[in-house]
């Protein structure tokens, strides 16, 4: 059993930032991937951004050149640096981890474990 636990949300004025945490402890495997996704009022939930152990990153189009995602192996702790906050940004925030997935279609497997999420609103 794999635990994921988000924190950093919060409420930001559009054009501000925002860096979300998410740690990973328990029975992790030496291959796997993790995932942001978000989910707004009334919306699916979709992906925003992923990275495996090969290093590859993946992200939505709508977050290209204003998210970053990164990881401290060392913690096992994943991040998810937001810059140029829209308003459009507002959602609750999904960490996951499955293990022995990619990037790509991180999180879809029967192996993810996600967290509670984290309210992130963007609002003036």
């Known amino acids: 059993q794999v635990q994921v636990v988000e924190s950093g949300g919060d409420s930001v004025q559009p054009g501000g930032s925002l860096t979300l945490s998410c740690r990973a402890s328990?029975?992790?495997?030496?291959?796997?991937?993790m995932a942001w996704f978000r989910q707004a009022p009334g919306k699916r939930r979709e992906d925003v951004a992923a990275?495996?152990?090969?290093?590859?990153?993946i992200y939505a189009d709508s977050v290209k050149g204003r998210f970053t995602i990164s990881k401290d192996n060392a913690k096992n702790t994943l991040y998810l640096q937001m810059n140029s906050l829209k308003s459009e940004d507002t959602a609750i925030y999904y960490c996951?981890?499955?293990?022995?997935?990619?990037?790509?279609?991180?999180?879809?497997?029967?192996?993810?474990?996600w967290g509670q999420g984290t309210q992130v609103t963007v609002s003036s």
């Open positions: 990275l495996d152990n090969t290093g590859r990153t």
């Open positions: 328990g029975a992790i495997w030496g291959k796997h991937c």
């Open positions: 996951v981890l499955e293990n022995g997935g990619w990037a790509r279609l991180c999180g879809y497997g029967e192996n993810a474990d």
